[in-house]
């Protein structure tokens, strides 16, 4: 996998964080074309994992190592620090970037809404019930852990709302496509040259 980008500054960053819990090594280039190689151990997250690089076109790179003999709330929730934390140093200054954006997804009987806000302000909201608590082995609770802890570590606002839907797999997939659309039209670059926002910073 080749990180860069075209751009005069290449919107790239590695993370390596490690505790007694997991073990995790990232890197992503937003600019990049959706090219991905995650592993997790956790079938039903790498495949979640894999749909958001593919639709956002951020190229990543993840290998988690966790106490999964435990359960899987750790790998979820450190993998969602590190995404999070990964797309914030990317970003460095956030000069040119849209920094919000919104969509409404379909997944056949699904149908989700996803709003963001690059804004520095970490805000999470999540109006998201399944039909049923697991998805194979993965519990449907951790599509909100993973969207929390990436949401507090990128220090953006990000909001999600089931519309409809009875189908927890089609539930769970359509707020990771919605997710990565947003992230695609919220990380792109303007003409502006400026920072978006008339405080001058976020």
């Known amino acids: 996998m080749t990180f860069g980008s075209k751009k005069k500054i ?52 993840l290998r988690c190592t966790g106490d999964l003999e435990v359960d899987y709330h750790h790998s979820v929730e450190d993998v969602g620090i590190v995404v999070g934390e990964a797309l914030l140093k ?64 990128l220090k953006a606002n990000l909001h999600f709302k089931k519309i409809s839907g009875f189908n927890s797999h089609h539930i769970a997939e359509a707020c990771f496509k919605s997710f990565a659309i947003c992230l695609k039209d919220a990380v792109a670059l303007t003409n502006s040259g400026s920072i978006p926002s008339v405080k001058g910073s976020i």
């Not at 090219?35 to 039903?44: H, K, P, R, V």
């Not at 998201?128 to 993973?146: A, C, H, Q, Y």
Request: aromatic fraction near 10%; charged fraction near 25%.
């Open 10 to 61: 290449a919107r790239v960053s590695k993370i390596k964080r490690k505790t007694y819990e997991t073990d995790i090594d990232l890197e992503i280039n937003i600019d990049g074309t959706g090219e991905n190689s995650i592993l997790t151990n956790i079938g039903f997250f790498d495949h979640m994992l894999s749909t958001l690089s593919k639709h956002s076109n951020v190229d990543m790179k």
């Open 90 to 153: 990317a970003l460095g200054d956030k000069v040119g970037i849209k920094r919000f954006s919104n969509a409404i997804l379909p997944m056949d009987d699904a149908l989700v809404l996803c709003a963001i806000d690059i804004s520095g302000r970490p805000y999470f909201s999540y109006d998201v019930e399944f039909d049923s608590k697991i998805i194979g082995k993965f519990n449907t609770e951790l599509v909100e852990v993973f969207f929390n802890s990436l949401a507090m570590n």
